[in-house]
DNA sequence: TGGTCATCTGAACATCTGCTCATACGTTCA
DNA sequence: TGAACGTATGAGCAGATGTTCAGATGACCA
């Protein structure tokens, strides 16, 4: 069984813990940064505003693949898109998905 | 087959894209934020630095759970710990995490 | 209008992930 | 020393995830 040692910090540590469901958006929004496809999308969107074709030549997978992975990021207000004819364009949602994608990018170039 | 529409984007995203292995080690990095039980893990660890019984009470799994989790976020260089006798004390390994975990939380805090 | 194109979607499948359970190891203390 | 404790780890399993494939929809153009 589960022996508490610092029951202080315990305590003081629940009573600052976000909510289960606030806890579960914030894990969604890694999630949808944590698949290397998606990550390509995001980081190529932070450049360029592109198609869903394009982006597929950008990621190196299939069209649906990529279609698939929008949909992720759509849900999650990642990214926005706004037809053009037959194609879709896609970009960024704000500016604080690429302060996030900045900040993933720093955190992983210091472990060298 | 995929149809590239604007090259000369594509193009631009390509000469920029970081290399294959970056983009797995950002992925990483955010797949480790990316889970209900690492994240309270780690929010927990912004606030004190606790050992793994502790840590099993504030998230409510099994130490064992925690355990594993641990070694997740260790092989990220996520958090460090410290032995004091039979007990592991486990802190953030840097501000960085902190700064990322607030982000998240920013973000999340957007979407209603 | 018929054909092609860009995109989207559901089903199926293989892989990955996180938990539990059993077990092992080192530390503490009676 | 032996028992209890805190932690770590491997195997196994259920559920989640990402891709492919097939097919549908809507837009464009000959």
Known sequence: MVQIVDSDAVARVLGVQPSEHHVRTIAGIFAALSDATRLRILLALSREQLCV????????????????????????????????????????????????????????????
Chains 1, 2 share one sequence.
């Open 53 to 112: 074709c394009d982006l597929a030549a950008v990621t190196g997978v299939s069209a649906s693949a990529v279609s698939h992975q929008l949909r992720v990021l759509r849900d999650r207000d990642l990214v926005t898109f706004e037809r053009d004819g037959k194609r879709a364009i896609y970009r960024l949602a704000d500016d604080h998905v690429a302060t996030l994608l900045a900040q993933g990018r720093e955190h992983a170039e210091e472990q060298s």
